[in-house]
Structure formats: C-alpha cells, structure tokens
C-alpha cells in the first residue's frame, strides 16, 4: 500500500474521530447513530494509522507530498 494521506489530512481525520467518539461516550449521539459514528471513527483512525485512503486511490487522489 503506497501512502496516499499527508500529515495535514490525517490530523483532521484522527480529530474528528476524537470527537465522535467523544459524542458517543457523552450520549449525545443515539439510537442507530451510535454504530454509524463508532464505524466512521474506527475507519478514520485506521486510515490516519496506516496513511493510505483506500476511497482516494479510487478516485486518484493523494495528499501526501511523497
């Protein structure tokens, strides 16, 4: 897997998994969109982990300035 997700990109997804999950624990988020939100937050922080969207290699994109 080539990284295709720069350092800026990946900040922002590990944020925004941060406060879903923040959402989650204070139940601000409910019923089926409990799952939803814990879904994206898992696949962003996956994606941060490992620098590579599987989504922007479909469409071609990359952020990294490798």
């Known amino acids: ?3 295709n ?10 944020i925004i998994a941060a406060v ?10 409910t019923g089926i969109w409990i799952y939803v939100a814990a879904l994206v ?3 962003f922080i996956v994606t941060s ?10 469409l071609g994109i990359s952020t990294c300035k490798d």
């Open 1 to 3: 897997m080539e990284k």
């Open 5 to 14: 997700m720069g350092t800026i990109d990946r900040l922002i997804r590990i």
């Open 20 to 29: 879903l999950i923040l959402l989650i624990v204070l139940k601000v988020i």
């Open 41 to 43: 937050a898992v696949v």
């Open 49 to 58: 982990m490992l620098g590579f969207c599987p989504l922007y290699k479909l």
